[in-house]
């Protein structure tokens, strides 16, 4: 009787055991599964933190719009125009870092010569913001020699006029990363004589 008592207490024994030793299991699979979710989750947010902030993108230097504060242009032998210019320019940065750019210059064309020069000072873009800015140019046609097609603009009452410039600057992140960055424009517009206005201002 005794023996059987024993016998009973051992299997009880083993069989408590062997709940414990799969319980045990159970828990450091759940663990386990638990660590590679978290694993596989962590992989996720870095690539699209990788993809996304960390992912740095040339900002966008544009003209928005410009108005004529003076206009002079004449057909006489040679044909003659003197323009004073006030733009809007805007410096889009789509990124999670701001973008500190230097100063530099706005070419502005006539057929390929070069008629003036505005002056855009240094500044700062913040992260995902547009800065705008108010620059003032003054135009003539003194470098433009023999050009017979300027005296048919003028008397067509349009200026077909165009401009172009580059913004060097850094895009700065979580002030740890530095990256260096430009921003080109290039715009064609045709400027009334006859309303003095600037139209059709298109930038790429």
């Not at 004529?68 to 320019?89: C, G, H, R, S």
């Amino acid at each position: 009787m005794a023996e059987q008592s024993y016998q009973q207490r051992k299997t009880e024994m083993e069989s408590a055991e062997e709940v414990s030793k799969e319980l045990k299991r159970k828990k450091r699979m759940k663990l386990l599964v638990y660590a590679l979710a978290f694993a596989i989750f962590q992989t996720i947010v870095i690539l699209v933190f990788s993809l996304t902030v960390m992912r740095i993108k040339n900002p966008k230097f544009r003209v928005l719009s410009i108005t004529v504060e003076d206009l002079q242009a004449v057909t006489t032998n040679p044909p003659y125009f003197k323009i004073k210019l006030n733009a809007q320019v805007a410096v889009k940065n789509n990124n999670f870092g701001h973008f500190k750019f230097q100063n530099t210059t706005i070419s502005f064309d006539y057929g390929g010569v070069g008629v003036g020069d505005a002056f855009v000072d240094k500044g700062r873009s913040k992260a995902r913001s547009t800065k705008k800015m108010n620059v003032a140019v003054e135009l003539n046609s003194n470098n433009i020699l023999n050009n017979s097609s300027l005296q048919r603009e003028i008397e067509s009452g349009y200026l077909a006029l165009t401009c172009h410039s580059k913004l060097s600057g850094k895009v700065q992140l979580m002030k740890l990363i530095k990256k260096k960055k430009s921003a080109e424009m290039r715009c064609a517009m045709l400027v009334n004589l006859l309303t003095k206005a600037v139209q059709d201002i298109k930038c790429q």
